[in-house]
């Protein structure tokens, strides 16, 4: 597709289980972000990839939380020992690099985010 | 630590009326400043950027102000019309990845 693509859309598990949601970023899109958000809130910042490395992992609330993008496109977002806390909505996002560092300037192109209901 | 406000009550108008949502930011100063809509359910949709080197920027029925001295981005909606009722979220990006307030709702009343 032309977007970003996220599965599933919705996910209940129970307290203690393992997560896995997949993002699919729009092709040739070098930058790949994970937010994180409740309700009446705004998207909580997790992870930043540029390319297949993690260069600002400063949002991970804890260690429960790993994600990986090994060639450098699709992108999954692991959560271990889930907990009623992790209940949100995860939002992928992917934009094109404008060059190196840390600075980003560009628009960032949001999926349509993955529900996880931990009970 | 970095903070960003937006007013977390909703802002009623009536359709035509011109919205005004403001956004502050304190302890940094970020590059670029951009405002996102967000409907229910949905992810954020990219709206504009403006660099600090800009004052103003303008499309179509939106405007944006960036003032690096009050720490303070202005965006305003002229003829707002129902279909205009969404969150609108503000993103001062510094040198990280984008951080994001907590967005205001709009509701544009016919």
């Known amino acids: 597709g032309a977007g970003v693509s996220q599965t599933p859309s919705n996910k209940v598990t129970e307290k203690g289980k393992y997560v896995e949601l997949r993002c699919d970023p729009i092709?040739?899109?070098?930058?790949l972000y994970w937010y994180r958000q409740s309700l009446g809130q705004g998207p909580e910042f997790l992870i930043y990839?540029?390319?297949?490395?993690?260069?600002?992992d400063s949002g991970l609330p804890n260690d429960r939380f790993f994600a990986v993008r090994p060639e450098g496109s699709v992108s999954t977002l692991k959560i271990q020992r889930t907990e009623r806390g992790d209940s949100a909505v995860y939002l992928c996002?992917?934009?094109?690099?404008?060059?190196?560092?840390?600075?980003?300037?560009?628009?960032?192109?949001f999926g349509e985010g993955s529900r996880l209901t931990v009970l | 630590s970095q903070k960003i406000e937006q007013n977390s009550e909703a802002l009623n108008i009536q359709e035509g009326k011109t919205a005004t949502l403001t956004c502050n930011y304190t302890?940094?100063?970020?590059?670029?400043l951009q405002w996102y809509r967000q409907d229910p359910g949905r992810g954020p949709v990219f709206l504009l950027l403006?660099?600090?080197?800009?004052k103003e920027k303008r499309k179509e029925r939106l405007k944006v102000t960036f003032d690096t001295t009050l720490k303070q981005s202005l965006f305003h909606i002229t003829a707002s019309q129902p279909a205009d009722s969404a969150t609108y979220l503000c993103a001062p990006t510094g040198r990280r990845a984008l951080t994001f307030g907590s967005g205001t709702r709009l509701q544009v009343q016919p």
């Open positions: 990839f540029q390319g297949t490395g993690a260069a600002d």
């Open positions: 996002a992917s934009s094109l690099s404008t060059g190196g560092g840390a600075l980003n300037t560009g628009e960032l192109f």
């Open positions: 403006i660099r600090e080197n800009e």
């Open positions: 302890n940094y100063s970020p590059a670029y």
């Open positions: 092709s040739g899109h070098t930058a």
